[in-house]
């Protein structure tokens, strides 16, 4: 599936840059996956930034 091998990929550059790299996406749970920081936005305005470790408490059913 083409999604994994994207994941693979941002996985890889950024064990191997040790740098940021910023994914917007709708696919909400690859992004859990490989991000260790969401930032949510509505309407262009940066709601919230949830860290990995609050992922099981984000609800998105708050931001629709």
Known sequence: KS???ITD???RLHEKQKTTILIATHKIEM???ICDRLMILQNGRIKEIVK???YK???LEDYF
């Open 3 to 5: 999604i994994n091998i």
């Open 9 to 11: 990929f941002i996985k």
């Open 31 to 33: 992004a859990k996956q």
């Open 52 to 54: 990995h470790e609050n």
């Open 57 to 59: 408490s984000l609800n």
